[in-house]
C-alpha cells in the first residue's frame, strides 16, 4: 500500500499539509556512503518554484536523516528521513473541503475512506513523491557503487516531440534547461508551450524517457515480478502517469519478428546485442544492454477555469483553480522517474544477490 | 516471483516440456461455486490449435482440482490446479540446448541461474499462462457474484487498427472470430494479414484491449498498489508485452487540462462523470466508470527463416524456428489479458474489505 | 525486517542514540477517533524512571503524531508517530565502541552489517520498543471499538511465581504496585527481589503472562499464520524473550488427551468450552474463549560486575556495566506485550474481514 | 496463509481426504542436486504406519516432482511436489460431518469460513505437515551444502524426561528406537508409556527438541524476524504445538545475569563463547554457537472414549474416536520440527546474502 520494494523496501508517510511528510528505507545495504548534499540537489530537481514553468509555491524541502546512518555511513538498520512541511497555507483549500475537483482524488478518496484530509489533496498530493525521491537518492549513490547510472528526460510535452533516440542525444544537456529536454531546440518550443498554457491558467501533458545504462545481466523475476513490470508498476505508481512502454513499445506491434529480433554478438568475449528493441530485458530479465523506456503523464487537473462539478453532497457547484500548480508536470516528473527506477534496480540487485 | 496477489494470491509452477504446469490460489474466498466447465471453456479460449491464426502444437489443456473444493464450493483452503503437459515432443528443442534464440529468454535464464530448462523454452515458454488462464477463470466466478465483468479483445494487429473505441463496438462479438476482434470487417483484415505473415514464416505484434464493467467505487491503494498500476504490472507480465496504458494513454499528454478533465455529474443519485478519460481511475482509486486500457504485444520472437546468434559458449551460430509456433500473439493474448486483470480486481475486492 | 503485521502493517525505525525513534502504521482503519493522551499513557508505562526498581534513565518519550490523522480521526492513510531521543549522553557508551558486551547484539550486529552504531546498543537497544508501544496503542483504541481487551501482568521474577491463573486474579490491580504483579504479596516479594539483585549490580529475569478477551470467533489463519504462532512470533520479537506458550504450554504435555480436550457446551445459544486448556485457539483459529499465553525473558545482559570478553579485533578484554540498567526488564515489558498482542489481533482483525 | 518464507518461500495445499497434497517452493537456489530418495526417505520417517506407536493408518506418501527439476538438478523455477491421496477411507468420517469434535479445528473451521471439509480433518489434518516434510527435505540438501546439520529429537512425553543435554546425548541413536529420542533407557520408557495409553484409548503430549549445528554467525533480522522467533513461529505452526523456548528458556528467568551471560572467547581465531545460553542467538542473529529449542506438543485430541460435544445446530451431542490415530504425535513430529527449522534457516541464509 504504502510500501514498495522487497528487499530495499521504502514506506512513505505525510500528507500536503500536515506536518511533515518522508520515508523509511528498510533495507538499504550497510555501510554505503551516505552523500546528504546529493540527496538535498535531487531534491531540489523536484522541489516547487525551481524555476519559471513549473508552480511557484515555496517548498525548500529540507531532508533530515534521522536514523540509519552512523558516522557517515548507513548501518543497514532503517533510514529515515524526514521532511517537514513549511508552506502549508491551509486556508487556501478550505473551499474546496466539500467539493470534488474533476479529475483529482478528491471523490475516490471520499468514498473509499469515508473522510479525507482535503487540504492540498492531502496524502493524493504529489508533494508525497518528494520522500521517493529522497529515497530513490540513497538507492542512486548505491548504484554508483556499481556503475549503474540512471537517467530520464522529457521527450514530449503536448504534441511537442523530440524526435532523436536517446543514442543520438546529448543526455548530459538534460539540466541545462528548466523544461529537461536534452534536444534544446525543441526544449525552448517546449518552454513557450507550457508559457502559453500557462498564461490560459490550463494545463498540458508530456513523456518522460528513461534510460539504466551499466545494468548487469540477471536482474528481474522471470513470471511475476519481470524486470519491465516492475519498472512499469513503479512508473504507473506515480501521480498523473497513464502509460508506460518499454523498448520498441507500442510502435513495435507493427514489426515483423524478423525485424524486431535483436541478433546475439559476442564483443570481445561481451554477448551483446545488435539491435535493442527489447529495450534491454528479455524474458523478464535484463540482458545487459541499455534498459529504456516511455513514462505517459497526463494534464494536470488543477486549472483556474471554472469547471462543473459536484460536492459532498451530491450538489452541482463549481470549482476554480487557484494559482501555483503545474502547468506541465513533466519537467518536475524527471528526477521521480528516475528515483522509482533507481528504487527498482537496486531491489532487484539485492534480490538477485540470493542466488549467489 | 512466481507469486500474484495479496489476498487474492496465485503461485504457478511448470515448464513447457515438464510433467505438468498448474496453479495454487491462495485467499479463494470460501462458498464459491466452482464452474468446471467455465474454466476448461477459458482454457480452451487460451490453447494452441483452436484456429488457423494460432500454432498448430496440440495441447488438451485438461485441468483437474486437487483441493480446496469440497461437494462443488471452495472451502477458503488453497484451490489447486493441475494441467497436465501431453504433446512434450522433447526432441524438437534438442537442437536449441546449446544456443540463444535471438530475443527468446535463453540467454538471460542461462545467465541468471546459471543452467536453464531449453526444452521449449522451459519456465519462459507462454505455456505457463494457461495456469494464469485457470486462476483468473475462478476469478471471474467471484467477480460475476458481485456484477463485474471483464472483457479483452484485440484492437490492433500490425498496422490494422481498430479505429473505434470500445464503446462503440459490440463486444458480444468478439468470440465470433478467431482473431477476436469485434469490428469483423477489421477482423478479416487481421486474419488475412497473420496468414500472410504466417506464410513468410514470420510474425507481428498487436494490441490487446481491455474493459472492466462494474467495478465498485473505491478499489486501489493510493501510493504504490495504485489500482491502474497494478493492471499494468498484470499485463506487462504477460510474454511479450511491451506497453501498457489506460484511459486517455500516451495521446492524452497532448491534450489539455481542461479537455482532458472529467466532469462529475449526479445521475440519479449516482456520482458519475460525462467524459472518461480518467479510463475509471482517479488519484489510483476506482471511480465507478468502466476501466478500460491497451497492453502492446511484440512479434513473437521463434521465426522460420535462418537468424544468426551464438551459442552458450560464446560461438557464432545459427538459428531456425520448427513448425508450430504462434504467428500472431494477441488472439490467445485475450484470454490471459482477461484472466490478468480478474485477478487483480479480485484482489483488490478483497483488501478493500478490510476497510469495511 | 522492521516491518510487522500484514493489513495492520507497522515500520519501526530509530537508533538508542540517533535522532529520533518512531513508527510509521499501514493499514490503520480510517475514522478511528486517535486519544493522544492514551498513546502517551502507554508510553508512560513503558519509559524509563518511571519507579525505583526500573532503570532510572530519563527519557521522556514525547510522541508527536506527523500524519495520517485529520481533525483528531484517523485518515487510512499512514500514520506516522516520532518520538525524539534527548537523554543522548552519547560519551556514556564511548568505552564499548571496541568491544563486545557478552550476551548483548554488539558481535552479531558487527558481524551481520559489519559496522554498527555502539552508542547504546543502537537499533538492538529496548528504546525501539517505545515505537511498538506507540503503534500498539494505537491498536488497542482499536481493538476497544470492537470490545477486545489486551492485559498483561508481571506473574514470575526469578523463582517467585505467581501461583493463581489469571482467573483468580483480580487484574485492575496490575497498576497499583511499579512491579505489575496483581498478586500483591507476591508483587512485594518481587519488588524485594529485585531491589537486591539491583544492588548487586546483578539482574534477573521474568515471566509476563497475557490475556485476550472478547477476541471474536474465527481470527487467525490455519497452516502458517495460526494466531498463536503470530502471537509467539511478536512475543519472541521482544528484546530479551525466550519462550512462549499458550494454553496449557509445556505443562499440557503431561496430559491425558482426555484430560486435556475442551468439551464444547451450548450457553444460551454462544457455544463455549467447559475448559480451556486450548487457550482460546483451536486448529489455529480463535474459539471465542479467553486467548492468554505466558512469555519468558531471560535476565539483561548488562551488569556492573567486571566480566571478560573480546574486542572488535578478537583480543581478550573486559567490560563493565555503568549504571542506568533495569535489573529486571519484566515491569517493562508488561506494556510492550499488550502492544505487540495488540498488533497481531488487529491485523488478524482485518485479514479475516477479507472473508466477509 | 499457505505460504512460509520470504525468498526460500513454500507454498503448501491439499486436504487429508482430497485427491492430493503437496507443495510449491518458490526460490529454491539453482544447481541444487535433487537427491528423491533422501526426500522419500524424511517423507517415511513422518509417516503413518512405520511402527508399533503411531498411528495404524496406511499412507505410503509417495512424492512426485512435477516442476523446476532438470536433469537431476533444481532449475530456480518452482519446484512442485505432489503426493497423491490413497488411503482415503472417506465414510469413517461421515459421522462426524455435523458434530464438533473437542478440541479439533472443526468449530474453529466451521465458524471462519462458512463451511468445511470435514473429512479426516480436512485442511486442518496433520496430514498437511507431509508437504512441509517434503519441502523440508529439499531446504536440508541445500544446508547440507553449506555444512548445516538439523537435527531433532523426542525429549520428553508425559512426564517422562530425557534429563540430559544435548551435548552429552549420542544423537546418532535417534533414529535406533520408534520414538526417536536418543537416551534409549528412557526410550523404552517412553515406548511403554505410550503402549498403556494407547491401549486405553487416551493420548498423550510430549516435546521434542531441535538442534541446528554449523550455522553461520550472521542469520536473522534484529527486529521483527529475529530468527529465533522466525523458529518459534515455525514450531507453534505445526499442529499441537504449544510452546516454544530456545536456549535457557523458561528456566533462564531464574538465573542472574552474571550467571546467564555467555562470555566471549577467542579460540584459535574464531569467536566462540564459553556457555551458551543464548542458544546460539543473540539480538535475534545467530552468533556462530549452535542453536537450541524446544517445542511443546499437547495431546491429540482424537480419543476412543466418547466424549460430549456440540453439532453444528447447537444440539448437545457425543462424539468418540475410531481406531487409527496416534497416541503420542511427538515421534513423528520429530521430521516435521527438522522441516521447518531447516525451511527457517534456507529463508534466512538467502535473506542475509542480499548484505553480501
Known amino acids: 500500500m504504502n510500501s514498495f520494494g522487497q528487499l530495499f523496501k521504502i514506506t512513505t508517510f505525510g500528507e500536503s499539509h500536515g506536518k511533515a511528510i518522508g520515508v523509511t528505507i528498510d533495507g538499504c545495504p550497510p555501510g554505503l556512503s551516505i552523500d546528504e ?8 530537481r523536484r522541489r516547487p518554484g525551481q524555476s519559471a514553468i513549473v508552480t511557484q509555491r515555496k517548498e525548500a524541502d529540507e531532508m533530515e536523516i ?5 558516522e557517515g555511513k548507513s548501518t543497514g538498520t532503517p533510514l529515515m528521513m524526514l521532511i517537514k ?24 478518496y471520499q468514498k473509499k475512506y469515508g473522510l479525507r484530509d482535503y487540504r492540498g489533496g492531502g496524502r493524493s498530493s504529489a508533494r508525497e513523491t518528494a520522500a ?40 548530459s544537456l538534460i539540466e541545462n534547461t528548466p523544461v529537461r529536454c536534452p534536444d534544446l531546440e525543441v526544449a525552448d518550443q517546449m518552454i513557450n508551450l507550457i508559457k502559453t498554457i500557462k498564461k490560459q491558467g490550463d494545463t498540458i501533458g508530456g513523456v518522460v524517457t528513461g534510460v539504466i545504462k551499466g545494468c548487469p545481466v540477471g536482474l528481474g523475476e522471470p513470471v511475476f515480478d519481470k524486470l519491465h513490470a516492475a519498472l512499469g508498476n513503479a512508473m504507473l505508481g506515480i501521480n498523473a502517469c ?41 524474458g523478464g530479465i535484463s540482458n ?23 460536492d459532498t453532497s451530491g450538489e452541482t457547484t463549481t470549482v476554480s483553480g487557484r494559482g501555483r500548480h503545474d502547468p506541465c508536470v513533466v519537467p518536475r516528473a524527471v528526477p521521480i522517474v528516475e ?14 544477490r540470493r542466488i549467489g
Do not use: W
Not at 548534499?37 to 531540489?44: D, K, N, P, T, V
Not at 534521522?66 to 552512523?70: D, E, H, P, Q, R
Not at 528515483?339 to 538477485?352: G, K, N, S, T
Open 242 to 282: 497513464k502509460g508506460f512502454e518499454y523498448g520498441s513499445g507500442f510502435e513495435g506491434v507493427t514489426m515483423r519478428g524478423s525485424q524486431h529480433n535483436d541478433i546475439f554478438e559476442n564483443k570481445d568475449g561481451k554477448i551483446t546485442t545488435s539491435s535493442n528493441f527489447s529495450g534491454g530485458v528479455q
Open 85 to 108: 512541511n513549511k508552506d502549508a497555507r491551509s486556508k487556501d483549500y478550505s473551499h474546496i473541503a466539500e467539493k470534488f475537483r474533476p479529475s483529482h482524488a478528491d471523490f475516490t
Open 288 to 310: 545487459g544492454m541499455d534498459i529504456y523506456f516511455r513514462s505517459a503523464f497526463k494534464p494536470v487537473a488543477t486549472i483556474i477555469p471554472e469547471q462543473k462539478s459536484v
Open 66 to 70: 534521522l536514523s540509519g546512518v552512523f
Open 339 to 352: 528515483a522509482m527506477a533507481a528504487l527498482v534496480i537496486a531491489d532487484f540487485i539485492l534480490l538477485q
Open 132 to 171: 521517493r525521491v529522497a529515497a530513490g537518492a540513497i538507492a542512486k549513490l548505491f548504484l554508483k557503487t556499481l556503475g549503474i547510472d540512471i537517467i530520464a528526460y522529457v521527450s514530449q510535452v503536448g504534441d511537442l516531440r523530440c524526435t532523436s533516440d536517446y543514442q543520438r542525444l546529448d543526455l
Open 37 to 44: 548534499e546529493f540527496i538535498q540537489g535531487e531534491l531540489s
